[in-house]
């Protein structure tokens, strides 16, 4: 590791630019990891358009980083506190969270939680900076062949890790791979999907499809399923754990932090998968399982710990090989592009400046965020007060008038319009938007490394498969076709036992949590 | 969601994940509006079938050239007959699925909100920002959101006042505005 570089990271990081930027993208994602609604994709693509009047790319990176971990401890307080979780990746702790408020707990919990985030947050950041240059260099030698079959391997796994049905994710985003086509063909210049418009020949940008599919498809679903009433969360005290709680939770949060980082990194991995592992680890490891869903502190402690660890490890594959492993980092992914770089192995040797500046800016983010969640966490909670009907029309006119201002195009605001129609029908036919706008970003990267590759194989396709890199990546992709398959004909043969062991499980939590 | 954990062939903790998909799942969907049937699942596959066939008639248009030199049209070829699988397996399979939404009044709502969306992008090239953003707000905030009047009047103004500031000073990009100083 180049620790010279390391440090004038922190250089950059402490420009007061930086930090003010810093500081505003762990309180907006602070903010709409509260309210329940918007995630963290979504806001990210409707903010992506102050990536291009930024006067330094470096800070408007950093900002966008700050929303997706500083959603991540946000989340946790609506959990608690009205057993809504504010972000999908705290929906495991609603189950211990909620009975510990109900106990009069709800600092306890928080305040462990936020502890819980911190060191798991941290703990992932010092994996990154150890393991990131490590990785950036291996991935050095990935010709365009590697480069295919890593993107395929990341859209697949999106997919089928995501929410909701695989094939209906799988199709989604197959059409995401299509729409990445639209435009002129960067090969032989012929022109795909523009039916004639002059606006399509350079492709359709993935900014408007983002903003579309993700922002305005969120504020057009939230405006039907709102229920109108503000939230009033209880009052809370106690907001520092005991010494006591702090040692029951101590070896959660170890464990949630490594599993969390270890899940975080796979592509598809990230914040929610880690959470419900994490959760699932502390249960099985636990004496006295039965503790769970009426309170145990070990229950919000280790998935909190995860989410934020596996929020921060999930930068790594996107930092040191340029693939993005969920949404949200294809959403920083394409605010690097939108800044000129091309995130990739090169990028810690070429923008030392942006890689270091990013990592560190995580340690101080962190830092920001356990300060903003442990004493001023009353704050926050008032904010669950504000009607939602109210924050709904500044979401949309932030939308619409960012779209605008990227090009100064009527013509994208309509796209976007479009997109954002598209993204409410598919959410209400279960279709999820994530891996359609992961696959259209990763899409053109897909088809150029693919038609590179059959250039230097000189039209043999088992090229794939014989270099030792791709072949063990596509054996990975089989694997990932194949897996549910094969668990689907052995779970078909011990349903009957597991489906009763679930309805003996269930009954108890169910009063627990009314 | 399990299908990626580390060491899935240890039985005991797949379950337990499994298990606790299984309530979150469940604590999900008590909140949610009632599923929309086989009708929803049935046009769903269909739209996505068409994409796929259409795209793929396009694409052989586009020429598919060889592997040695592919054409333009291969990939979205490729691309497209991939589609057009998942469709013909959604159309089998999904009939029974109950993850869609059934459209209520409410959606209507969605409707409204989508039509203040195109009217804004039409107004802003031809009288400027302001207007529309009020507008906008209103419809939002009195109709959409069930507001009073007062509070619907006071927030309209004071956001589309604060979006002046922030992109004509702050951010300095050159909005259509029609108030200038």
């Known amino acids: ?514 | 969601m399990s299908e990626t954990t580390p060491r899935q062939q240890d039985a005991p903790e797949h379950d337990i994940l499994a298990e606790i998909q299984a309530e979150v799942a469940q604590d999900l969907a008590d909140e949610r509006p009632p599923s929309g049937g086989p009708a929803y699942q049935l046009a769903s596959s269909l739209v996505v079938l068409g994409i796929g066939v259409a795209a793929a008639f396009l694409a052989y248009g586009y020429g598919l050239g060889s592997l040695r030199r592919p054409g333009p049209g291969l990939w979205p070829f490729v691309v497209a007959i991939l589609i057009v699988v998942l469709g013909a397996v959604l159309l089998v399979v999904g009939r029974h699925l109950d993850d869609t939404e059934k459209f209520t009044r409410a959606s209507l709502l969605v409707l409204v909100g989508a039509a203040t969306f195109v009217a804004l992008g039409y107004l802003l090239p031809l009288i400027g920002f302001e207007i529309p953003a009020v507008l906008l707000g209103i419809v939002w905030l009195r109709f959409l959101g069930g507001e009073s009047w007062r509070s619907t009047i006071v927030i309209s103004v004071l956001t589309t006042a604060a979006f002046y500031g922030l992109f004509l000073y702050a951010l300095s990009v050159p909005l259509p505005h029609l108030i200038a100083f």
């Open chain 1, 1 to 514: 590791m180049d620790f010279s570089a390391f440090l004038d990271g922190f250089g950059v990081v402490t420009q007061p630019g930086n930090l003010v930027y810093c500081l505003i993208g762990v309180v907006v994602g602070m903010l709409i990891g509260v309210l329940p609604g918007l995630g963290p994709a979504a806001t990210m693509a409707i903010l992506l358009p102050i990536v291009y009047s930024a006067h330094d790319p470096v800070a408007a990176i950093i900002m966008l980083a700050g929303i997706y971990y500083g959603a991540q401890y946000g989340g946790t307080i609506t959990s608690v506190l009205l057993r809504i979780p504010g972000e999908a990746s705290s929906v495991v702790t609603v189950f211990d969270g909620f009975a510990l408020a109900k106990q009069g707990k709800a600092g306890t919990a928080l305040g462990i939680a936020a502890i819980g985030s911190f060191i798991g947050a941290t703990i992932s950041i010092i994996g990154l900076t150890l393991l990131g240059p490590l990785v950036a260099e291996f991935a050095l030698d990935f010709g365009p062949p590697e480069y295919a079959a890593l993107a395929l391997l990341g859209v697949l796994l999106v997919a089928t890790i995501g929410n909701g049905n695989t094939v209906k994710a799988l199709a989604a985003a197959a059409i995401g791979l299509l729409l990445a086509t639209v435009g002129s063909d960067s090969f032989t210049s012929a022109d795909r999907f523009t039916f004639g418009s002059l606006n399509l020949e350079d492709g359709i940008d993935f900014v408007v499809v983002a903003m579309g599919l993700f922002g305005v498809g969120e504020i057009l679903y939230n405006l039907e399923e709102r229920h109108g009433k503000p939230h009033v969360p209880a009052a809370i005290a106690n907001i520092w754990p005991s010494r006591k709680e702090l040692k029951e939770a101590g070896p959660a949060i170890g464990r949630g932090s490594v599993i969390g980082f270890v899940l975080g990194v796979l592509p598809g991995g990230g914040a929610v998968m880690a959470s419900l592992a994490a959760y699932a680890a502390e249960k099985r490891v636990a004496k006295d399982p039965s503790r769970f869903g009426r309170g145990a502190i070990e229950g919000v402690a280790s998935p909190e710990s995860a989410n934020n660890a596996a929020a921060t490890s999930s930068f790594i594959p996107l930092l040191t090989i340029g693939i993005p492993a969920n949404a949200s980092m294809a959403m920083l992914y394409a605010a690097l592009l939108v800044v000129g770089v091309t995130p990739g192995p090169q990028l810690i040797d070429e923008r030392p400046d942006l890689f270091w500046g990013v990592v560190n800016s995580m340690y101080i983010g962190n830092l920001i965020l356990l300060l903003l969640s442990i004493p001023l966490v009353g704050i926050f909670v008032r904010i669950l007060r504000v009607r939602p009907a109210i924050l709904a029309p500044i979401t949309a006119l932030i939308t619409i008038l960012g779209v605008y201002t990227i090009r100064n195009s009527v013509f994208d605001i309509f796209l976007m319009i479009v997109f954002g129609v598209i993204g409410y029908l598919m959410k209400k036919t279960g279709f999820e938007p994530g891996p359609m706008v992961l696959a259209f970003v990763l899409g053109s990267l897909i088809e150029s490394s693919f038609r590179r590759s059959m250039l230097i194989f000189d039209g043999d396709a088992t090229g794939f498969v014989t270099r030792p890199i791709s072949g063990t990546i596509l054996a990975f992709v089989v694997l990932v076709i194949a897996f549910p398959l094969i668990k689907r004909a052995f779970r078909r043969r011990s349903t009957p036992a597991t489906a009763e062991a679930a309805a003996s499980e269930d009954a108890p939590r169910e009063d627990s949590l009314r």
